[in-house]
């Protein structure tokens, strides 16, 4: 590998950030606000990595957009049931208290516009939790703002995506599949699809981003505008220290080895959910596991602080945002990966069983603890089942639900068809017997309302992600109309959730507790402060956004011997002081 050329002297700025995701690029939007100089470095060659593809929520009670909590410590509460004698209740409060701060910020000083994402917390059962939601996702983003920056920002998985690219949230599938029953609905996706194949005439794209592709796309406009450098292609090689101290940086940049100077570097790099040793580490099941994220991510960040004297966290509840995952190979070889989040196994009429043709958890709990239990009953692969009905109204995995075709589907070998459930249990070479007798218990609680097994539509959480026009139980309906369908699903991810572990501004310690001068880490770089407990959705990029804050203005701060005073408007206050 050639190094740059030693005459030529290196480029300074204040602050390097390894990332160009959610976490990276907000630590780079608030820094330079702030005052600092800031380059930006991503591996691959576009923006967004894990967040780009992901629902873009973030948990951040008591911002302006979710409902005050009657009891302002309830979140707090909640977290100290779910994480115990674990909980480091320092690191908390700042999320919690630094989460609104940020949301204030990026809304007064950026591009960035978020709402309310709405929804139950995941553990309705314990004390603290919340039921009218804590969590927020930004507004759609026209990326015509971007100009040919567009580019940059890394496409959504495909397979959540509906004609030919378009992106979507939870109103649009909502009408969409309540367009042939609905005049309201008719109408909305009527202009959607217009403005969508318009896009795809004029652009050769669908200029309307959604979710996490959406967030990207307002802190790239941000960054840009703020005169953030950003380099892709530029992989991290290793971050520079000098007594002690950060200095900061070498990366990769067209086939040579180039340095720059830092007195901080933000690691932001994504994590290790592509990497097969760490995986086998980390998890049960690591040979059947398939990861979402980018194979780019590695580690990279994580490498780099333990070689400098971080650690790893070592008492997490799970080091990984787990998530059911279905694959298809297409006829190119490509995989398409289906992350069964909420679309289908919530839904009534849906059932999943282990390779005895027996059910083991409540289909509708969070996308996390559904893994945890195919883990704990060794289900692996999984079969989500369902009759024609079903498949036509809701759709399975990558299955959409009428009008979409799913001939292919079957041809491809992903959908299971047969014509009775002992047949389908057959061509799944599980016990039919076990099978049928489930599905039988099954349609009993459909009818009672009452899952007496494990609970399916019981609690506010699931039944938020049912039917609301089924009833008695939205979650629960019944199994009986052939022909009768199933895909094997396996356990997946996500991201991860196990990090470095870092102070309550982000700044990795060595094993002495002790910050390492001038490096922080966030985003999955950094230990969840959640422990991997996973409490609600948007649990990952909520922390990545307060604590992307807090590590930039630190950066500030560090730079000018105290915190810079940013007047960001009357509704939007930030702190006075943030601990050195």
Request: one cysteine or more; proline letters at 6%.
């Amino acid at each position: 590998m050639k190094t740059s050329a030693s005459s030529s002297r290196p480029e300074v700025v204040d602050l390097i950030v390894v990332g160009g995701g959610i976490a990276g690029l907000t630590a780079a939007v608030v820094a330079r606000a702030c005052g600092c100089s800031v380059m930006l470095l991503e591996k691959a060659d576009q923006l967004g990595g894990t967040s780009a593809t992901s629902g873009g929520a973030a948990w951040l009670p008591g911002n302006r957009h979710v409902p005050a909590e009657t009891d302002p410590e309830a979140p707090m509460t909640y977290l100290a049931h779910l994480l115990g004698e674990r909980m480091d209740k320092a690191k908390i409060r700042a999320w919690l208290d630094s989460g609104i701060e940020a949301v204030n910020f990026l809304e007064a000083r950026s591009s960035v516009r978020f709402r309310m994402y709405g929804g139950a917390d995941y553990r309705t059962d314990v004390p603290g939790a919340g039921f009218n939601g804590r969590t927020i996702y930004p507004f759609p983003f026209d990326d015509r703002e971007l100009g040919d920056a567009y580019k940059l920002i890394k496409a959504p998985l495909p397979a959540i995506t509906v004609f030919h690219g378009m992106q979507t949230d939870s109103t649009d599938l909502a009408m969409l599949s309540n367009a042939l029953r609905s005049p309201r609905a008719f109408i909305y996706s009527t202009r959607r699809l217009f403005k969508h194949y318009a896009d795809l005439l004029v652009h050769g794209r669908s200029t309307r981003r959604q979710r996490g592709n959406a967030l990207i796309g307002m802190l790239l406009k941000s960054a840009i505008d703020s005169g953030v450098q950003i380099r892709v292609n530029a992989p991290l090689v290793r971050v520079l220290v000098e007594n002690g101290q950060v200095r900061g940086a070498v990366f990769e940049e067209q086939g040579q080895h180039r340095e720059v100077r830092a007195a901080s570097v933000v690691l932001a790099s994504g994590g290790f959910s592509a990497n097969a040793s760490m995986r086998a580490e980390h998890t049960a099941f690591a040979a059947q596991h398939i990861g979402l994220p980018p194979e780019t991510n590695v580690g990279d960040g994580l490498r780099e602080g333990i070689r400098l004297g971080g650690r790893m966290g070592a008492d997490n509840h799970s080091d990984y945002c787990h998530a059911p995952v279905s694959t298809m190979r297409k006829k190119n070889g490509d995989i398409l990966k289906h992350p069964h989040f909420r679309l289908d196994r919530c839904k009534p009429g849906a059932i999943v069983v282990n390779a005895a043709g027996k059910r083991f958890v409540n289909e509708a709990c969070s996308y996390h603890d559904f893994v945890r239990a195919m883990h704990a009953n060794g289900a692996v692969p999984a079969f989500l089942i369902g009759d024609h009905r079903f498949l036509r109204k809701y759709g399975m995995g990558l299955v959409r639900p009428f009008p979409f075709p799913y001939g292919s589907f079957i041809r491809a070998g992903y959908l299971i068809e047969a014509p009775s459930i002992e047949a389908l249990a057959q061509r799944l070479n599980i016990d039919g017997v076990a099978l049928r007798d489930s599905v039988e218990r099954l349609n009993g609680y459909a009818r009672t309302g009452i899952d007496l097994e494990f609970g399916k539509g019981a609690d506010v959480y699931s039944r938020g992600d049912g039917d609301p026009e089924h009833g008695p139980n939205p979650c629960l309906g019944e199994i009986s109309q052939g022909p009768f369908y199933a895909v094997r699903v396996y356990p997946g991810d996500s991201s991860t959730t196990c990090g470095l572990v870092t102070d309550t501004d982000a700044r990795v310690l060595d094993a002495n507790d002790k910050p390492i001068e001038g490096l922080y880490a966030c985003g999955v770089d950094m230990n969840n402060p959640s422990l991997g407990a996973h409490p609600a959705a948007g649990c990952n990029l909520g922390p990545a956004i307060a604590f992307a804050y807090r590590a930039a203005r630190h950066v500030a701060a560090r730079k000018d011997g105290a915190l810079p005073t940013v007047k960001v408007g009357a509704a939007a206050e930030v702190p006075t002081a943030i601990a050195a």
